[in-house]
């Protein structure tokens, strides 16, 4: 059965595209119950039981985009 997946309201303030957990292309889909980026193409060919968690989906996001490390100020995260 696909990955469950909810669009982000085009309105929600802030709105940004966050990487695909599995992918890593921008999406504004979300697995909610895990609240984890997945695109429309990954949900479909993936199950929900292998959508990471928050902290390893963002950790795998940082491993991928080490400037992710630092704040807007130069500082290590």
Do not use: N, Q
């Amino acid at each position: 059965m696909p990955v469950t997946i909810e669009k982000e309201p085009d309105t929600a303030p802030f709105r940004t595209r966050e990487h695909c957990c599995f992918c890593f292309k921008a999406t504004s889909y979300w697995h909610t119950p895990k609240d984890v980026a997945v695109c429309v193409d990954c949900a479909e060919i993936h199950e929900d039981d292998e959508v990471p968690t928050k902290s390893a989906w963002c950790g795998s996001v940082v491993e991928r985009y080490p400037h992710l490390k630092t704040d807007r100020y130069g500082g290590h995260l």
